[in-house]
């Protein structure tokens, strides 16, 4: 069996300060793009964030490189899908 260094993406899911940290991440990134989002598209939106910022914290403990990182991340998705 071969071993992977890439980090376990559900090591999060064990981890309170990870998850705490996540969390806050995901308020901070929410509140920035949350207005540009129509309010019947809120919901499915910050489910997508939460996704986000899932994959953003696998690179980085600091809530606010992981919220910024997201931001960027959201912002030039939602580009491609509507140019």
Do not use: C
Not at 9 to 32: G, H, K, M, N, V
């Amino acid at each position: 069996m071969l071993r992977s260094t890439e980090p376990n993406p559900f090591a999060i899911l064990e981890d309170a300060d990870a998850i705490a940290r996540a969390t806050s991440a995901w308020e901070t990134a929410w509140s920035y793009v949350e207005q540009g989002v129509p309010p019947d598209d809120r919901e499915r939106q910050s489910q997508r964030m939460k996704f986000v910022i899932a994959s953003v914290a696998l690179g980085t403990q600091d809530t606010r490189e992981m919220a910024n990182k997201a931001i960027q991340r959201f912002l030039a998705e939602a580009r491609t899908r509507h140019p």
